[in-house]
């Protein structure tokens, strides 16, 4: 990896300057971190397969037509993407019971919902991400009534479109969070894009038959097993090989 400038070191990627203002790259890390970065680990190839899934599942959204950050991926660790304003909000969609969701409304866990539910939290750790609803992102001006009409229409699109996908493979979706930014560019003024990654770190995976995780639950809930979890739900999308082992995949970041 060459020398760059880094912009932001989050929980599980860096982001680092582009070659152009309006790019920056996605620089994916090995950490996992739960309740608030209360639990941390390293889990030794995590960031390799997260960039190959994200990346995977950011083109196929972008076929579908849904404008989304994604340019291309570089090397096994990073991405290009187009450079965003992060809209402060963490954008959620459930199909089934499982999660917060289940300790907030005492659910049972498994339920399956009659119709998506979309919720909202605020995306502010030393808060703890809190709850939030429509009016709290209007009032707050954390975004505008179309922007929220936007996310909420492409929320739902890749939404249907994921559960298809991973049905395929035999994986429910239960749930998942995906951010949106804002691109500015010569051509374009604050045009909203999904941003930020889609991986088994921010969405529930389930197998259909026996509903083992295959998500970052398993870390979570220590229950073990997550790089082989996401490897698996790799090799069913066929992005890796069968059985291909990550364990010896290391970067140093240059900071
Ligand atoms: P939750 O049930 O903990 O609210 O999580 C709902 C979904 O959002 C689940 O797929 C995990 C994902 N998520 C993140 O990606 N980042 C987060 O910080 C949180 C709290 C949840």
């Not at 639990?39 to 990346?55: E, F, M, R, T, Y």
């Not at 969609?93 to 539910?117: D, T």
Request: glycine share 8%; proline share 3%; net charge neutral.
């Amino acid at each position: 990896m060459s020398k760059k400038k880094m912009l932001y070191d989050g929980k599980a990627k860096t982001i680092f300057e582009g070659p152009t203002p309006d790019t920056v790259i996605q620089y994916f890390k090995d950490d996992a971190t739960a309740n608030n970065a209360e639990k941390h680990a390293i889990i030794d190839g995590k960031g390799v397969l997260n960039n190959s899934i994200s990346d995977f599942l950011m083109r196929r959204i972008q076929e579908i037509g849904i404008p989304t950050h994604y340019i291309k991926k570089i090397n096994m660790r990073e991405q290009l993407v187009k450079k965003v304003e992060i809209i402060p909000v963490e954008f959620v969609v459930r199909n089934i019971a499982a999660g917060s969701i289940v300790k907030r409304l005492g659910l049972k866990e498994g339920e399956v919902f009659k119709n998506p539910l979309i919720e909202y939290y605020l995306k502010r750790d030393d808060l703890g991400d809190p709850f939030i609803n429509e009016d709290h992102i209007i009032n707050f001006k954390w975004g505008t009534r179309e922007e929220l009409e936007e996310m909420q229409e492409y929320g739902l699109r890749i939404n249907d479109f994921l559960r298809g996908l991973f049905l395929g493979v035999g994986l429910k979706l239960v749930d998942f969070k995906i951010e949106f930014g804002r691109h500015f560019s010569d051509e374009h003024d604050g045009v909203l894009l999904l941003a930020d990654e889609i991986s088994p770190d921010n969405c529930r995976l389930w197998d259909i038959k026996t509903n083992n995780k295959y998500d970052k639950d398993l870390f979570r809930q220590e229950l073990g097993g997550l790089k082989e979890a996401y490897q698996e739900v790799a090799e069913r999308l066929k992005i890796l090989p069968e059985k291909k082992k990550y364990s010896s995949f290391k970067t140093e970041i240059v900071k």
